[in-house]
């Protein structure tokens, strides 16, 4: 990394913020010290365009340290909230969000909008199409699952499936055209009442009893091996 760059250009985008009074979530690498390998990481700056926080991604891909993204990064350990206009929201990055285990505890911590940044791309065309396949569904099933909306951004180079937004009903709701630039532009109303199936016991399930309604005390029910 040309790490000098990377500074000025951040400091740029961190006028920009300033200037527009915008929040911005912005991917990079943030370098550590010695022979420790960077972070794979979000910053969060605000809108008076100051870092205020940085989510380094937990889940990096690899099965040892000199695979995958492991080879390359330091994975990191530490969940980051922050609230803007009164949304609380949650950071991931690309391949943590095959763990549901991550989106549970944003939710419990109140999480209302994951920001979820992907670099899915460049690719061939099969992992391409398997990507298609199973990356929405997750999200969709993600936000259903814990009642948030998720934003998902991607590249837009070739075999890139494009950036979308998903409501907390688990419907998407805006799609990029694929393999173009583009902006998406939402409206995040939390406050907007959408279905929600798992409502009338998701607290108690994520404190870990297992199951609506009251247990009953009855020995056909002990019973497993009878009809």
Request: charged share 25%; glycine share 6%.
């Amino acid at each position: 990394m040309d790490w000098d760059f990377l500074q000025v250009s951040t400091e740029q985008v961190q006028a920009l913020a300033r200037e527009y009074r915008m929040w911005v979530v912005l991917g990079s690498n943030h370098r550590l010290t010695g022979k420790h390998k960077p972070h794979n990481s979000l910053y969060v700056i605000d809108d008076k365009g100051r870092l205020v926080d940085r989510y380094d991604k937990m889940f990096c891909t690899g099965k040892n340290t000199k695979d995958g993204d492991l080879a390359h990064y330091s994975p990191g350990e530490k969940f980051v909230t922050f609230d803007v206009r009164g949304v609380r929201c949650g950071l991931l990055i690309c391949h943590d969000f095959r763990y549901p285990e991550l989106f549970r505890e944003y939710k419990r911590r109140g999480v209302e909008l994951m920001l979820v940044s992907f670099h899915n791309a460049r690719g061939t065309k099969e992992v391409h199409e398997k990507y298609m396949i199973y990356v929405p569904p997750t999200l969709q099933g993600a936000a259903a699952s814990n009642y948030f909306w998720i934003s998902a951004s991607n590249g837009t180079a070739r075999h890139a499936w494009p950036s979308f937004v998903v409501n907390a009903e688990g419907v998407i709701i805006d799609r990029a055209r694929p393999h173009r630039p583009a902006v998406l532009i939402n409206t995040i109303d939390t406050k907007v009442k959408l279905f929600d199936a798992s409502v009338a016991w998701r607290d108690r399930c994520m404190t870990g009893v297992l199951h609506s309604g009251t247990l009953v005390e009855d020995p056909r029910s002990k019973d497993r091996t009878a009809l």
